[in-house]
Structures are given as C-alpha cells and as structure tokens.
C-alpha cells in the first residue's frame, strides 16, 4: 500500500531537476559528500517529532541551537557580543535584521515614528528581493542605489544616502545576481559614524567566504557591522529550512523576539517568524557542522575555488561571453560582451537554453531597469559548488559548445509580446487579473515552462514590461502549478 504511494511520490520526484551530481547551478548545493547526506537525514530524522517551538519542553534544540551559533559565530569573526538565532532560511533571516531594525529605529527616533516617517532601508540593487518582501512586510521605504553594469556598488553612492530616517543599510557578501563582494568596510564604517545599524546579507557566502583566500575584510571584524545572516541549507550542505542571523549585542537580538502573555492560552515567546517549527532542518545542519568542521568546510571552499577559476579560464576563452564583474565567492554571473561585435555576442538567455537543452541548468536573470534609468544586462548565475569539480571537464566544454551553438544570434526578444500587453491596456497602474493573467501566459508560450519550454521568452518578455504587470503574470504563472485539477 504505502509501497505504492512512495512510488507515486518516486515518479513524482523523477520529473524534477537532479539536485545532485553538480548539473543544476542553482538552488541545490551538493558537497560532493554523500556521507553528509545520509548524516543528515539520520539526524533530521531523530529530530522529527520535537516542535521546535519550546525549547524549555525539547531542550535538545536550545542544545543544538548553541553549537550551530558557536561555530557559525567563530567563522564570521564574532565576539562573545554576537548572538542570534537560527531560522528557517535566508528570506527569514533578512525579514528578522529589517524587522529589528525598524523596531529599534522606532525606539530610538520616537518623534519621526509619531510623526509617521517611514524609515528607510538602504541598500544596492543587487541586495536579495527579500529586503523589498521585508520593506513591504514591515512598512519601510525601500531605497535601492545603482550598482555599475559590471554589478557594483560605489561605497560613496550608498554613503551618501545615508541619513536619520535610515533603519539599516545592508550589504552582501557575495550579491546573488552578480557575485561581487559589496564594499562592507567603507559602508559599514561609514554607517557606525552616523549611529547608523548595518547588515551583511552572507545568505549566500556566509560559509565559504570565511574560507576563500584573499577575501576583503566583510564580516564582524568590521566595528561597524551590527548584524549578518548567513544560510545553513547554501553552503553548510543541509537540507531546506535552516539559517542562522547574528547580532552584536544581546540588545539588538532580543529585539527581534514576540512574546506575549495577553492571551488565555500558553505564553507565546517567538525569536522567528513561526510558531511551531521542525526541528529536523536544526539537526541535519548541526550534524553537518559537527561532521565537516572548520576542516571541512577549508577543503569544501578550496574545491569551490577550483572550479571558479576553471570555469573564469573557460570563459576567458569563449569568444563574445564575458564574467561579469570581478566575483568574490561561490557565484559566477555570465553577460554578453558588449565589446565584441553583435554577430560575436552570445545572449546569456539563449546560452541557458542552450545549455538545459544538454543538461545543464543556469539561471536566467533578466535584464534589469534601475531607479536612475541604468540597466543592469540581461545574465545568467551560476552556483558553484563541490561537487562540480567532478565534472569541471564536461562542463567546460558544454559551455563552450552552447556558446558556439548559439553565438551571433538574435537575443531573446520579448518586445513584440510586451507591445501586445500594452495595447490590451494593461500597465502599471492596471494589471491583469487571473484569468487575462494567463490567456497572456498561453499566448507567450508560458504555460508551459515546466516541460522543459525555452525560458528565455518569458525572460525577454519580463524584462520589456511594466514590473507590476510582469508581477502579476509570474504570481499567476505559480499559482497555477498548484491549483488543484
Ligand atoms: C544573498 C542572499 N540573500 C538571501 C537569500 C534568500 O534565501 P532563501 O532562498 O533561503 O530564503 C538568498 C538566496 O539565494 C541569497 O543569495
């Protein structure tokens, strides 16, 4: 009986992308290790049971959350002022730092919060879409600064946006869309001036860059950092559903809690956004760390090193398909070279095509408007982890020849479906609904992005619309997926 409902489950599962073996980068981080695997899953499993939510009641998790902080703690340079907590991923991790700040900005600026002044979150383009979630959860002004097309950011641009109504200002170590390590020192040095709090968004790069040779100061050895997140089920190896966000000062930290006795039932005392909450995530993680150690995780980042600048030599050699930037860390961000001439380019998007055609996934990311006018290129992300060191080989000579495949081309192109849009009259300030939501879809060929449909139109087509309309096309496009037939 149950045989039958895991096979379901098995075929299932089999329509997914591989998330081992190093051919998807992007979502999945393999170590290569599969003992850490079966490690993981025998310590989430025994941790199955425990609702993580009271820690007085299953004191293992308090016992687990202390090592997994010790250690992650240690490996960012934190002293015994640094505290936190570990939550259910990186957006969470991000929602927490803005929602503390805010709440401390109120506090400390109690006649702008009377008066209504929405304080401000500062922060690059290129800092992770959950600071806008968290600006629009917590009613804060999101006030993205330009980077430069090759992904960064002056340190004076952000500097000179900074004033009182400023709740925080965040950096990344390493920006996802673009690999470049953001200029924590200056920033944060700048912010500590003016009594400003600052977070490091180290979702992403927060358990290799402690490792990776050569890496500018970035973490809380810089005074001026109050605060920094970095993702446990990235680059500590563990299943979904584990990060950990620190703050300096116990202050600040508890700053982040709810609790409350003003209800009839049992006093509620939360340090995350959830109530009951698995504590298995917890404990695949705090095994992994137990299990590597800073050894592991040495050895698992000077592996990663390998394959960047394989993969940098490789690109250096493909003829109109340039590296953006100059990345620092586990990421790599691929854009056409605009020095070449346009029959030489090679457009990211129809590489990525190129590429899932062969079994190989990149991320497509589309081009990109910012506040002043300036365009980030259209590009694609690659995540590169352990275990693609493996099949470096292969996966240079795939780049090669889908670059070869498609080099001169004419790049995705979404301007005549967007002009179908605009004539239908929706715009930013009327978007479609459902139902014209996904007429519009089928029509962009869309529906159909889960059998293994070229993106690169949809991306195309998103990068020629109004973002609300765009918005509005993709949330459809998901809450489709899960509709019930
Ligand atoms: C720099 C950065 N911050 C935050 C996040 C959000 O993390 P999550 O997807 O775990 O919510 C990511 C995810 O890729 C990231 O790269």
């Known amino acids: ?41 025998a310590a989430a499993s025994l ?47 991000c929602l ?8 401390l900005w109120r506090t400390e600026h109690p006649d702008a919060a009377a008066q209504g002044t929405r304080p401000r979150l ?16 917590f009613d804060l002004e999101f006030d993205p600064v330009p980077c430069a097309p090759d992904g960064t950011v002056a340190a004076a641009d952000l ?51 402690p490792w990776w040779r050569d890496a500018a100061p970035w973490d809380f050895r810089l005074p001026g950092v109050t605060s920094l997140s970095a993702d446990l089920h990235k680059f500590g190896y563990a299943p979904k559903g584990v990060s950990v966000l620190l703050h300096r000062g116990r202050r600040q930290h508890r700053a982040q809690f709810f609790a409350t006795t003003r209800w009839p039932g049992y006093p509620v005392v939360n340090a995350t956004l959830l109530g009951s909450r698995s504590a298995s995530p917890l404990a695949a993680a705090w095994a992994i760390v137990q299990r590597l150690g800073d050894d592991g995780f040495a050895e698992l980042t000077a592996s990663i090193e390998r394959v960047a600048a394989g993969i940098r030599d490789e690109v250096a050699r493909i003829p109109g398909l340039v590296v953006m930037g100059d990345p620092v860390g586990p990421a790599i961000t691929l854009v056409a070279d605009v020095a070449a001439p346009i029959d030489v380019r090679v457009d990211p998007h129809r590489l990525a095509d190129e590429l899932a055609d062969h079994g190989w996934r990149i991320q497509h990311q589309p081009g990109f408007v910012q506040s002043d006018g300036t365009r980030l290129p259209r590009s694609a992300h690659l995540t590169l982890t352990p275990v693609l060191e493996r099949r470096l080989k292969d996966f240079r ?16 192109d979404g301007r005549w479906m967007a002009g179908a849009v605009r004539t239908l009259g929706y715009a930013a300030d009327r978007v479609p609904g459902p139902a014209a939501s996904w007429r519009l879809l089928r029509l962009a060929g869309a529906g159909r992005v889960t059998q293994g449909q070229p993106m690169s139109t949809l991306m195309a087509l998103i990068e020629e619309l ?20």
Do not use: W
Request: with cysteine; net charge neutral.
């Open 466 to 485: 109004p973002a609300p309309v765009a918005e509005a096309l993709l949330a459809e496009l998901l809450a489709r997926m899960s509709e019930p037939r």
């Open 1 to 41: 009986m149950s045989g039958g409902i895991l096979g379901r489950l098995r075929d299932l599962r089999a329509l997914d992308a591989p998330t081992h073996g190093g051919h998807v980068l992007a979502y999945v981080y393999d170590s290569g290790m599969p003992e850490l695997d079966e490690l993981a899953d």
């Open 397 to 412: 000579r795939a780049l090669t020849h889908a670059a070869d495949a498609v080099r001169g081309r004419r790049p995705a």
């Open 122 to 137: 500062l922060a690059p383009s290129t800092a992770h879409a959950a600071f806008q979630k968290a600006a629009r959860l």
């Open 47 to 93: 941790a199955r049971p425990v609702n993580g939510l009271d820690p007085t009641v299953f004191p293992s998790v308090a016992a687990m959350e202390r090592d997994l902080l010790g250690f992650v703690r240690r490996a960012v340079h934190g002293g015994r002022d640094v505290t936190g907590s570990v939550t259910s991923g990186g957006t969470e991790s």
């Open 96 to 103: 927490l730092a803005v929602k503390t700040a805010r709440d």
């Open 159 to 209: 500097i000179a946006r900074m004033g009182d109504d400023v709740a925080l200002v965040v950096v990344s170590a390493p920006a996802y869309p673009s690999g470049a390590l953001d200029p924590v020192g200056a920033v944060a040095a700048a912010a500590k001036v003016r009594g400003i709090r600052c977070h490091v968004d180290a979702c992403f790069g927060g358990l290799v860059l």
